[in-house]
Structure formats: structure tokens, C-alpha cells
């Protein structure tokens, strides 16, 4: 099946900084991809929609201008959350649409710390 | 409007019993229907979807859930438990044929005793 991966898998920031995290399709192209932030112990929430070549959507109460997201190839999306918080804290999920557009398939995560 | 009901944050059950986790949704729109499993500080990997046709839906490591349209329920079930099915669970809905937005459930976390 596809792969999508992400990096870093874990990260630890002082607070005030920004960090950025990658989603890369590997072996397809994704015109969407899709960010999602997992509190601890709360479900998976979508956060944006990452669209090629054009500006994110975000979800309801989602600061663009603290969640910056980039999508400037076909493989490749970026979040980054700028002026880091401690309550930025989160697991942070990116997935995408296969070709065919029948089935999503998720990164590994990546675990954010601010400290 | 999607929405994705869980009953049951935590589910425990001993090892070869048989492994129940509830899902009911809410869709205004003919739902897909996932079950992911997620284990600790992993991703999502996908255990089996419904979409179309036959109801009863078979996956990996055993696993099935049949659509229950009548009751709106999209329940995960495995006969025989084992240690490496510790994890947590998540149902989700999206809207039919559109994959861009994923409703996910609160989580079921199983844990299996020996």
C-alpha cells in the first residue's frame, strides 16, 4: 500500500520557538493532504486540509497564523507551529488520499513537547 | 453532520476471549466506516473499512465489523483476543465518497489479560 511519513517522529522545543514537521507521500502523489491533532486521552481532530500549489483550509478555531502549513510539491507537506506553547503539546497526525482516492493512509505521528 | 460515538474508554478482557468494541454514528449522507488501531507512540494503521456491499467487513489480525444500517453501528469484533491486540482503537466516518475529513470516535483502549 501507499506510505506516508512524517519527521521527526518526536520533538522537544523551548516555548517561544518554532518547530516543523513533515509529511511526505512516498510512493504516490497527493494533491490534499490532511493535518489532525491528538490531545492526550481525546480522539484524532482535523485540524487543516493541506491543498498543492494553494492555501490551506483550516478547521474552525484553528489559528492560521500560528499553524502555517505548506504544500509546495506534490509529496510534500510542512506544519509548522510557530511561538510555541506548552499547551501546543500534542501528537500531531498527517494523512493522506491515495491515487485512486479510495482509502487515507495515515503518517506515523509526530509527538510535539514544549517545554 | 458526521459524528462518531464510542461506548467505552476502556474495555479489558482476558486473553482468547472474545473482543467487542462498540461504534454507533451519525451521518446525514450514506457513511464510509473505519476501524484504526493505534499503538503507543505509532500512527494509525488501518484495520478494515466498510463502503459498499457486503456488511459484514473482514480485516487484519482477525478482526470484523458489521454495518448495521437499522442501528447505525459499525461494532469491531474478534472471537479470540491475544496479547499483542493491546492498543487503542478508533472508529471513524467520513462522508461517503468524499475521503477528505475523518470523524473519528473518542478511542477505545483495550487491554488484554493474561
Known amino acids: 500500500g501507499a506510505v506516508v511519513s512524517q519527521h521527526p517522529s518526536w520533538v522537544i522545543c523551548k516555548s517561544g520557538t518554532s518547530v516543523k514537521i513533515e509529511c511526505r507521500s512516498l510512493?504516490?502523489?497527493?494533491?490534499?493532504m490532511f493535518w489532525y491533532r491528538q490531545f492526550p486521552k481525546q480522539s484524532l481532530m482535523l485540524m487543516a486540509t493541506?491543498?498543492?500549489?494553494?492555501?490551506?483550509?483550516?478547521e474552525q478555531g484553528v489559528e492560521k497564523d500560528k499553524f502555517l502549513i505548506n504544500h509546495a510539491s506534490l509529496t510534500l507537506s510542512t506544519l509548522t507551529v510557530t511561538s510555541a506553547h506548552p499547551e501546543d503539546s500534542s501528537f500531531y497526525i498527517c494523512s493522506a488520499n491515495g491515487q485512486s482516492n479510495t482509502e487515507a493512509f495515515f503518517g506515523q505521528g509526530t509527538r510535539l513537547t514544549v517545554v | 453532520a458526521q459524528s462518531v460515538t464510542q461506548l467505552g474508554s476502556h474495555v479489558s478482557v482476558s486473553e482468547g476471549a472474545l473482543v467487542l468494541l462498540r461504534c454507533n454514528y451519525s451521518?446525514?449522507?450514506?457513511?464510509?466506516l473505519f476501524w484504526y488501531v493505534q499503538y503507543p507512540n505509532q500512527g494509525l494503521q488501518l484495520l478494515l473499512k466498510?463502503?459498499?456491499?457486503?456488511?459484514l467487513v473482514k480485516g487484519i489480525n482477525g478482526f470484523e465489523a458489521e454495518f448495521k444500517k437499522s442501528e447505525t453501528s459499525f461494532h469491531l469484533t474478534k472471537p479470540s483476543a491475544h496479547m499483542s491486540d493491546a492498543a487503542e482503537y478508533f472508529c471513524a466516518v467520513t462522508e461517503g465518497y468524499n475521503f477528505n475529513k475523518f470523524y473519528f470516535g473518542s478511542g477505545t483502549k483495550l487491554n488484554v489479560k493474561p
Open positions: 451521518s446525514s449522507v450514506p457513511p464510509y
Open positions: 493541506s491543498n498543492e500549489g494553494s492555501k490551506a483550509t483550516y
Open positions: 466498510y463502503t459498499t456491499g457486503a456488511t
Open positions: 510512493d504516490f502523489q497527493a494533491t490534499t
